[in-house]
């Protein structure tokens, strides 16, 4: 009678657990899996969805593969290592990220987000689809240090993986395509369209304060030609003039090798920006007020300096104080908990 | 009885002579593009074989891989075959000599002259991971020297040769190496330095194809490696013995595309 009793027990606390976890694998709130939404107040995504359309097995085999230290050489490191949830997928307070052995790179996690809109990824734009991005992390001596085909030996070694393989794509074949597909799925979910800016533009019920409609208006005004809505950047690159940094990261030149492309960097989007600090690409600004102080005062005169940066000799953007807090103030609706908070995103 | 025999048999040679081969275009059926690598008139021979470049440099080769793709054929009579795109991409690599044999199936003719890219258009190069199958798949190349593929900056390496001489300055282990890795499709978004060479090889003068069923001909290519060293430009192992994603990239792409010739055709 009372193994019978503990058995129950047992059973009720297993269902409860196996609930829970159906509860948090879904991105919706009321736990059904949506499939990949594109938000009523932004443009046709990039990437080719209907081609490649999200599964929830796909989904979950993604996101398994985005927290699986498994990718690094040494199996100490994974993507969701640098790239922090709560700080909208950025490696909060770190101005650049270590890799295996605490090796550091050279440029600042950028958030993870609205990538289905994106043209091109990295600083330097030197990826040019998302299903090849995840190589560059795995393949660079000082993130992952690993290389593409040994993941794909460890996860064909591996005893959790092919049975996601076959839920996903149907069979135990384990692929790069399948295992970059995957991951692609992964991110395409991650869309931030949640914030108090997108309510009131989508007129949820949601209105601006005073200040934050200031700040609106004063971000329009100043900001929004490169930092362009609804995703908050022009996806071009420019040099904002925070100056010639001591490693000489001439950013999209090493790509392109075209001269006025030196000391240009792809222009950030500022969704979840309060959340994301540091800043630039080398996360040398530890605040938003040293972000708003550089482009008011302190823009440097360097090759390439971005036009809008620059009117008749003077450099950077005229902001008083008092705008600069109105801004801020506007800048703080772009922060979307339900994203950061999303328990579908987390490791599980 | 002999004289009947010598008679016979003197006219099937003259029929064989006189009448053209009859070809059915309907009908696919095998050619073999033989890549084979050399250094002006030696075999390329890796790490133990020397050669001297057009600067006077002595120098060994310890790795050699390119990509051909994008193969079309024609016939004396102007027909133009086009290998499927996906079935057209082949990686050549010196240490894998099956690597060397590119066996297609192509409509049976004569055929007079062969195109091909030296890399990976453009195209392919902005293509979702599920459209990059075999050798275009970065998960297919070992790890290390043999990588086709750059991560970062991303693309195909189109052509590879890596070796070592003692013009080369040493690096921090001492060693003296040359790196030749040269790809750089044109960019994604804004014209950026584009290295896709294509080339087309005229076979008459030295053997067309004959490619009918039953025959297996095979069309005798030559890689000149020392032209890859030198010819519209010739490298300074001392200055350029790493060039990869830079402007002098365009020189010796500019080079190896002329480093390709027909030698021969075996029509048996």
Redesign the interface.
């Known amino acids: 009678m009372k193994h019978q009793w503990l058995s129950f027990l047992w059973a009720g606390a297993l269902a409860w657990v196996l609930l829970g976890c159906a509860k948090s694998v879904s991105p919706a709130a009321d736990g059904k899996f949506t499939g990949f939404v594109a938000p009523a107040n932004f443009p046709k995504p990039v990437y080719?969805i209907p081609?490649?359309p999200v599964t929830q097995a796909g989904f979950e085999l993604g996101r398994k593969l985005f927290y699986d230290a498994r990718l690094s050489r040494d199996n100490t490191i994974s993507c969701g290592s640098c790239h922090i949830q709560g700080a909208a997928f950025t490696h909060h307070g770190h101005d650049v990220s270590h890799g295996i052995e605490d090796r550091l790179g050279k440029r600042n996690a950028p958030a993870l987000q609205n990538m289905a809109w994106y043209?091109?990824f990295?600083w330097d734009?030197?990826?040019?689809?998302l299903?090849?991005q995840p190589?560059?992390p795995?393949?660079?001596p000082v993130e992952m240090d690993e290389?593409?085909?040994?993941?794909?030996a460890k996860l064909k070694a591996s005893a959790d993986y092919p049975p996601l393989f076959e839920k996903a794509f149907g069979s135990r074949d384990i692929?790069?395509?399948r295992m970059?597909?995957a991951m692609?799925q992964f991110m395409n979910m991650l869309v931030s369209a949640n914030s108090k800016y997108d309510r009131v533009m989508r007129k949820e019920g949601d209105s601006f304060t005073a200040d934050e409609q200031a700040g609106y208006e004063l971000f329009k005004a100043r900001c929004a030609t490169c930092h362009q809505e609804p995703l908050f950047t022009n996806q071009q690159f420019m040099n904002n003039g925070i100056g010639i940094g001591p490693n000489d990261d001439k950013g999209r030149y090493?790509?392109?090798?075209?001269e006025k492309?030196k000391y240009t960097f792809k222009v950030p989007s500022l969704r979840n920006v309060m959340i994301t600090a540091p800043y630039m690409h080398d996360g040398r600004l530890r605040t938003i007020d040293a972000v708003l102080r550089h482009y008011a005062e302190e823009v440097q005169a360097s090759p390439n300096l971005a036009p809008g940066l620059n009117s008749g000799g003077r450099l950077g953007i005229p902001l008083t104080a008092n705008e600069r807090l109105r801004i801020k103030a506007f800048l703080a609706t772009l922060t979307d908990d339900s994203f950061i908070r999303n328990p579908a995103f987390a490791e599980q | 009885m002999i004289s009947i025999f010598l008679m016979t048999t003197l006219a099937l040679v003259a029929c064989k002579k006189d009448t053209a081969m009859q070809y059915d275009p309907n009908v696919k059926s095998e050619i073999t593009l033989e890549f084979d690598n050399v250094a002006g008139d030696k075999e390329l021979q890796l790490n133990t074989g020397s050669y001297t470049n057009a600067s006077g440099q002595t120098f060994n080769v310890s790795l050699l891989q390119y990509f051909i793709s994008n193969i079309s054929l024609t016939t004396a009579d102007g027909r133009v075959y086009t290998v499927p795109q996906l079935e057209s991409y082949f990686l050549v690599k010196e240490q894998d000599v099956a690597s060397q044999k590119i066996k297609l199936m192509v409509p049976e003719g004569e055929y007079t002259s062969v195109s091909f890219m030296i890399g990976v258009d453009s195209l392919r190069s902005t293509r979702p991971i599920g459209e990059r199958p075999g050798v275009l798949d970065p998960a297919n190349y070992p790890a290390g020297h043999e990588g086709m593929y750059w991560s970062w900056n991303a693309g195909y390496i189109f052509y590879k040769m890596e070796g070592t001489s003692a013009a080369a300055p040493a690096d921090p282990t001492g060693n003296r190496k040359f790196r030749f890795h040269i790809g750089l499709f044109g960019g994604m978004t804004a014209p950026t330095i584009n290295n896709i060479k294509m080339n087309t090889i005229e076979l008459t003068a030295n053997g067309t194809a004959k490619v009918k069923t039953g025959r297996k001909p095979v069309v005798h290519f030559l890689h000149d490696i020392l032209k890859t060293m030198g010819g519209t430009t010739n490298v300074d192992l001392a200055a350029n013995s790493t060039v990869m994603v830079s402007p002098f990239s365009a020189n010796i792409a500019n080079n190896y595309v002329k480093a390709f010739a027909h030698e021969h055709t075996h029509n048996e």
Do not use: F
């Not at chain 1, 734009?125 to 689809?129: E, F, I, L």
């Not at chain 1, 290389?147 to 794909?152: C, E, H, K, Q, T």
């Open positions: 080719d081609a490649y043209t091109s990295m734009g030197g990826v040019g689809h299903d090849m190589i560059a795995i393949e660079n290389s593409l085909a040994s993941v794909i692929s790069s395509a970059l597909q692609s090493d790509i392109s090798l075209i492309d």
